[in-house]
């Protein structure tokens, strides 16, 4: 297995922009207010507050990423960002960031903060309604910008959580000698564009059709993030909220590696009170995390030759016969109030 330094050597390569495309639908879960798609301009650059920061941003373009937050209605939100620059994927230190927030009534600041010796940021922006938000972390000194996502859920709602890698798409991170470096770089680096099994995308739009709140836990690194939300909007899928892993150790396909990482996050959403009614996914450590999590083997969908495994719904080969069986299906209630 190469150093996470290599890793990040070769991931920063295609120099990333800070941003990925604006989405446009205005369709989100009924009941839930829906801030998403509205154009963001970000305020002009002030200047690097350190002169070697400036050389660091000329290096390259950003390679920014923001964590999408699922958080209970009325919990204090915190907001979580890294911002790397360069070839060498050096960590933006001392820099100011600033948080913003479309609230459905326009976009508006909600607070700063400075990047830690890692290139990350917390910002506390306290309780939101319950509702869809876009936020845009920006780097004051250069305008460069991270896109991401809050979604404030009532408690008892109901989720469905998929895999992207060998899930969504037709790539099996279990095939590959070195997943990061086989698989996730060459998405990076602009190389490789993901296929996505058939019915992949009409599976996701079935689900959020039915009333199902869409959780995308994927074991690729953070440094995916903006390819990650890229590869979804282009791909039609339908909108959900996205988890990456924060370093290179959660990714790697184990047990203890992504298997630990995607159990802590799902465990993580039932101890705020969300239902995680289905889940999908390909791999033994997907099977290993929605089982400790506590969904049911027969409300886990698993493609590919893990079917089955611990009594899971096994799938071959395309999404589309289960798309169709969930479109038959009547609406989820949930605890929303249209």
């Known amino acids: ?34 801030c998403v798609g509205a154009p963001f301009t970000p305020a002009p650059a002030k200047g690097f507050a350190y002169d070697t920061n400036a050389l660091l941003a000329a290096l390259g373009s950003p390679g920014h990423s923001m964590q999408d937050v699922v958080a209970v209605d009325g919990a204090s939100i915190v907001v979580h960002g890294k911002f790397a620059y360069g070839t060498v994927s050096k960590d933006l230190e001392g820099e100011r960031v ?17 990047t830690d010796s890692d290139g990350r940021i917390a910002v506390a922006v306290g309780a939101l309604p319950a509702g869809v938000y876009d936020v845009r972390l920006e780097v004051l000194g250069d305008a460069s910008v991270a896109p991401g996502r809050i979604w404030v859920l009532p408690r008892g709602a ?11 798409t037709t790539s099996d991170e279990e095939l590959v000698q070195d997943v990061l470096t086989d698989l996730f770089a060459p998405i990076f680096t602009g190389n490789d564009v993901p296929e996505a099994y058939p019915g992949a995308a009409a599976l996701t739009r079935a689900l959020s059709g039915r009333g199902y709140v869409l959780v995308y836990l994927t074991g690729r690194p953070y440094w995916l993030a903006a390819k990650t939300r890229a590869w979804l909007a282009a791909g039609d899928f339908a909108p959900g909220a996205l988890h990456t892993t924060d370093s290179n150790t959660e990714a790697l396909p184990t047990e203890a590696g992504v298997g630990a990482y995607k159990l802590a996050f799902l465990e993580g959403l039932r101890a705020q009170g969300f239902v995680l009614e289905e889940a999908y996914g390909n791999a033994t450590t997907d099977v290993y995390a929605y089982a400790g999590a506590g969904v049911p083997a027969e409300r886990t969908w698993i493609i590919g030759p893990n079917g089955g495994a611990g009594g899971t719904n096994a799938v071959a080969g395309s999404w589309e016969a289960r798309a169709a069986e969930v479109r038959a299906l009547p609406a989820v209630e949930q605890p929303f109030t249209p």
């Open 98 to 114: 600033r948080v913003y927030l479309d609230d459905c009534s326009g976009w508006r600041a909600l607070g700063e903060a400075t």
């Open 158 to 168: 109901r989720l469905a959580v998929t895999d992207i890698d060998g899930t969504l």
């Open 1 to 34: 297995m190469r150093s996470a330094a290599a890793l990040l050597l070769l991931a920063a390569a295609c120099q990333l922009p800070a941003t990925g495309p604006e989405e446009t639908d205005q369709t989100g879960p009924a009941g839930l207010a829906w």
